[in-house]
């Protein structure tokens, strides 16, 4: 079982920054795909980023080149650097960590961009 814990979500100015990081525990965390999702209010949630087990990354559209995501597999640990921040951004955002069948999910961290 693999637990996921999501930190660093705050509020923030427009055109500010945030990292957020997800720690796991348990010992398959180098085996899995490690994504950050968000949802804001009366909305789906979506898929903002994306790294592979071997350091791929894919982006939404609206975080390309703004957002990174990066990942240190010594700490079992998933971020996301999050610069030019914009008020469209805000929501819960969500650390997910899938391999196989096995899916795992954070409890989320919240982000407030003011304008």
């Known amino acids: 079982q693999v637990q996921l814990v999501e930190s660093g979500g705050g509020l923030v100015q427009t055109g500010g920054s945030l990292r957020l990081s997800c720690a796991a525990s348990?010992?398959?965390?180098?085996?899995?795909?490690m994504g950050w999702y968000r949802q804001a209010p009366g909305k789906q949630r979506e898929l903002v980023a994306v790294?592979?087990?071997?350091?791929?990354?894919n982006y939404a559209d609206s975080v390309k080149g703004r957002f990174t995501i990066s990942r240190d597999n010594a700490k079992n640990t998933v971020y996301l650097h999050m610069n030019t921040l914009k008020p469209e951004d805000t929501a819960a955002y969500y650390c997910?960590?899938?391999?196989?069948?096995?899916?795992?999910w954070g409890q989320g961290t919240q982000v407030t961009v003011s304008s």
């Open positions: 997910n960590g899938r391999w196989g069948v096995h899916d795992y």
């Open positions: 348990g010992s398959i965390f180098r085996l899995l795909a």
């Open positions: 790294i592979t087990s071997g350091g791929s990354a």
